[in-house]
Nanobody
Framework: QVQLVESGGGLVQTGGSLRLSCAVS????????MAWFREAPGKERVFVAS????????NYADSVKGRFTISRDNTKNSVYLQMNSLKPEDTAVYYC?????????????????WGQGTQVTVSS
């Protein structure tokens, strides 16, 4: 059974930082590209960042470039999202996603498994 479990969300002030984690089980983690998406109230789920299975290549949405960093630890079957300089517009539910391939893009439909999401709220 495949499980993706996010953690690390919460309430933070503008300019603050949070680190999201996603623990993955039931997959050969080293074969899977991973990504983070987010869904703000009343809006569609959108791409935030992705990382290849090897961890050697990353990609970011323009809105988070320079502020967010995606990383993975293949020894712990985990992927992370370090979020700095947070803004109120970053408020959303953040989802971890896995793709059954070594690389992925920003297309939501490419990803095969999803976590339940973790809420991030940035107050102004």
């Amino acid at each position: 059974q495949v499980q993706l479990v996010e953690s690390g969300g919460g309430l933070v002030q503008t300019g603050g930082s949070l680190r999201l984690s996603c623990a993955v089980s039931g997959l050969t983690f080293t074969n899977n590209a991973m990504a983070w998406f987010r869904e703000a109230p009343g809006k569609e789920r959108v791409f935030v960042a992705s990382i290849t299975a090897s961890g050697t290549s990353t990609n970011y949405a323009d809105s988070v470039k320079g502020r967010f960093t995606i990383s993975r630890d293949n020894t712990k079957n985990s992927v992370y999202l370090q979020m700095n300089s947070l803004k109120p517009e970053d408020t959303a539910v953040y989802y971890c996603a896995a793709k059954l391939y070594h690389s992925g893009t920003h297309y939501l439909d490419e990803y095969d498994y999803w976590g339940q999401g973790t809420q991030v709220t940035v107050s102004s």
